[in-house]
């Protein structure tokens, strides 16, 4: 079956442009994450969206970042006014919480250039 | 809150030798535990996960790892490495309702020939 799908797979921004990332879940996953990924950094977690709950947007480093999930389904992670620091690889996982499962399931991810 | 050490950032292993990645995680609340590889170039993907049960739990490509409670550690061990290990390896922890998930900041495997 499909897995997760994210595009673009690079993006090339100008600093202080905002760029919108998008990622297709695997169909009939509740759960929804993003992370950012920088080198040295690990994954850092950024938003997480469960059905119809509110997300849980603890992680999001400012008000520029904001990510919405449309029907339960496709999310898209906008950066407003992008910044150099913002240059990172930007992860999307889903998961289905059923029980015995939980794990999560990655996309390939989009790398985020800010020049 | 949770939050996941993994206590080395970089692991050189000649092949076929044996290996071990620590993990250790902090929380106040039962949990579920993953480890995840990177390999160059590519996605995470999971290697192995311990929900319940027997605290020895068997991966992909011949990994294992043990849960201990008590020393709230989740260490990952093969017994003999390839040069195909080489990756990036990722301890992570969520709470057992299953959301948010913590992960390490990473140990890069490396095999040497």
């Known amino acids: 079956g499909a897995g997760v799908s994210q595009s673009p797979s690079n993006k090339v921004t100008e600093k202080g442009k905002d760029v919108e990332l998008r990622c297709d879940p695997i169909?009939?996953?509740?759960?929804l994450y993003w992370y950012r990924q920088s080198l040295g950094q690990g994954l850092e977690f950024l938003i997480y969206?469960?059905?119809?709950?509110?997300?849980?947007k603890s992680g999001l480093p400012s008000d520029r970042f904001s990510a919405e999930r449309t029907g339960g389904s496709v999310s898209t992670l906008t950066i407003q006014r992008t910044q150099q620091e913002d240059s990172a690889v930007y992860l999307c996982?889903?998961?289905?919480?059923?029980?015995?499962?939980?794990?999560?399931?990655f996309g390939p991810g989009t790398r985020l250039t800010v020049t | 809150a949770q939050s996941v050490t993994q206590l080395d950032s970089q692991v050189p292993v000649f092949e076929e030798a044996p290996v071990e990645l620590r993990c250790n995680y902090s929380s106040s609340v039962s949990v579920y535990l993953f480890w995840y590889v990177q390999y160059p170039n590519q996605g995470l993907q999971l290697l192995l996960k311990y929900l319940s049960g027997s605290t020895l739990v068997k991966g992909i490509n011949g990994f294992e790892a043990e849960f201990n409670k008590s020393q709230t550690s989740f260490h990952l061990r093969k017994p003999s490495v390839h040069i195909s290990d080489t990756a990036e390896y990722f301890c992570a922890v969520s709470r057992n309702t299953g959301n948010q998930f913590y992960f390490g900041t990473g140990t890069s495997l490396t095999v040497i020939p």
């Open positions: 969206f469960q059905g119809n709950s509110a997300p849980d």
């Open positions: 996982a889903s998961s289905s919480t059923g029980h015995g499962s939980y794990e999560q399931y």
């Open positions: 169909s009939g996953h509740t759960a």
